[in-house]
């Protein structure tokens, strides 16, 4: 995902691109130029973005640095902590699809339990 999504996705929340940056205490024509892939963010505020959204801290970061960074090898690696999120994620839905009952009929039969799930 581009830095520009997470950004307009901290705008919803806050109520407005002036309100987001109250919160992550920056300027507005800063946040204004990240959103427009001009500058990336330090990695401190992409956190504090990514808390803020719910979403991943990682990609957040990885999207940030994706701005400013030139060398291909470096692309790659923030390029993949989007495929590694989203294969955690698929497997988080896969697995949560697998252990619900397809019917009340089947729902007699099954035994009861706990599962849980970590994703780091």
């Given amino acids: 995902m ?3 999504t ?3 996705m901290g705008e919803k929340l806050a109520g407005s691109q002036i309100e987001l940056a109250k919160i992550l205490d920056i300027k507005p ?3 204004s130029m990240v959103k427009s ?3 990336g963010l330090p990695d401190a505020l992409c956190l504090q973005l990514a808390d803020f959204i719910s979403v991943d ?3 957040v970061i990885a999207a940030s640095n994706l701005i400013t ?3 291909e090898k470096k692309r790659k690696l923030f390029e993949s ?3 590694k999120a989203a294969t955690v994620a698929a497997a988080a839905l896969i697995f949560a699809g697998s252990s619900m009952t397809s019917s ?3 729902a007699q039969h099954q035994k009861t339990g706990v599962s849980s799930i970590c994703i780091m």
């Fill in 104 to 106: 009340p009929a089947h």
């Fill in 81 to 83: 902590c989007f495929t």
């Fill in 2 to 4: 581009e830095m520009k």
């Fill in 29 to 31: 024509n800063y946040l």
């Fill in 37 to 39: 892939h001009q500058r």
């Fill in 6 to 8: 997470y950004i307009e």
């Fill in 69 to 71: 960074e030139k060398d």
């Fill in 57 to 59: 801290r990682l990609e």
